[in-house]
């Protein structure tokens, strides 16, 4: 049974920094590439990011590039997200979620992710 469990989330000033984990079970997670959404009240879930199997080809969305950083640690099915110089507009649930369909160890632009883990909060006092 595939599981995501999201963690690290909280409370953080606007220009912190916070990580944010998702530890993965009952797939074989380093044949995936992974995916970083969140989703603000009232708003649909957006993508943010995407980390290919290899760890090295990451791809985030405009308006968290140069601040957020994804990892993974295939050693202990764990995907990361790294936020820094957070700003109120970050403030979301955030939700890890697997690569599907075609080509699952890449990321790529259309590329489909499934398997939402239950997501972690994120909350930016100014």
């Known amino acids: 049974q595939v599981q995501l469990a999201e963690s690290g989330g909280g409370s953080v000033q606007a220009g912190g920094s916070l990580k944010l984990s998702c530890t993965a079970s009952g797939f074989t997670f380093s044949d995936f590439a992974m995916g970083w959404y969140r989703q603000r009240p009232g708003e649909e879930r957006e993508w943010i990011s995407c980390l290919a199997k290899n760890g090295i080809d990451a791809y985030f969305r405009d308006s968290v590039r140069g601040r957020f950083t994804a990892s993974r640690d295939n050693s202990k099915n764990t995907l990361y997200l790294q936020m820094a110089s957070v700003k109120p507009e970050d403030a979301a649930t955030y939700y890890c979620?697997?690569?599907?369909?075609?080509?699952?160890?890449?990321?790529?632009?259309?590329?489909?992710?499934?398997?939402w883990g239950q997501g972690t909060e994120v909350t930016v006092s100014t």
């Open positions: 979620a697997i690569r599907t369909g075609f080509y699952r160890d890449l990321c790529y632009d259309g590329a489909e992710f499934g398997y």
